[in-house]
């Protein structure tokens, strides 16, 4: 299993290493899908044909972004409603005051890899 798992996981030559967190088809254009790689949570987004990987938990009280709802380029808080800037991660709307970690992601074949941490 642990061999299946590593044979998966790829680099580019940015060295940073892409692992696969969901098949492309889940990920929905006007809905967040929440992935977890390791101990990272990812808030996956399809916009305008991009996949989109954010951090999902709020920078304000750690609400789970997934839970919540897109509004134009942005993901907003379900709990207090922030809003975050899908491709900076940027803070947009208070009460979150610090931006959320976004993760280089990509489709290849029907799967969807991120590169975390
Ligand atoms: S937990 Fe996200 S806005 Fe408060």
Do not use: T, W
């Amino acid at each position: 299993m642990a061999a299946a798992a590593v044979a998966e996981v790829a680099s580019d030559v940015s060295g940073l290493a892409y692992v696969p967190v969901a098949f492309a088809e889940d990920v929905v254009p006007g809905r967040i899908k929440h992935v977890q790689a390791g101990n990272v949570e990812i808030a996956l987004v399809s916009l305008n044909g991009a996949i989109l990987a954010i951090g999902d938990i709020c920078s304000h009280a750690h609400c789970n972004l997934s839970g919540g709802y897109l509004e134009g380029d942005a993901a907003v808080c379900p709990c207090h409603g922030a809003a975050f800037d899908l491709r900076s991660g940027a803070v947009l709307e208070p009460p979150a005051r610090h931006k959320l970690p976004v993760y280089p992601a990509r489709v290849e074949g029907d799967r969807v890899f991120a590169a975390v941490p």
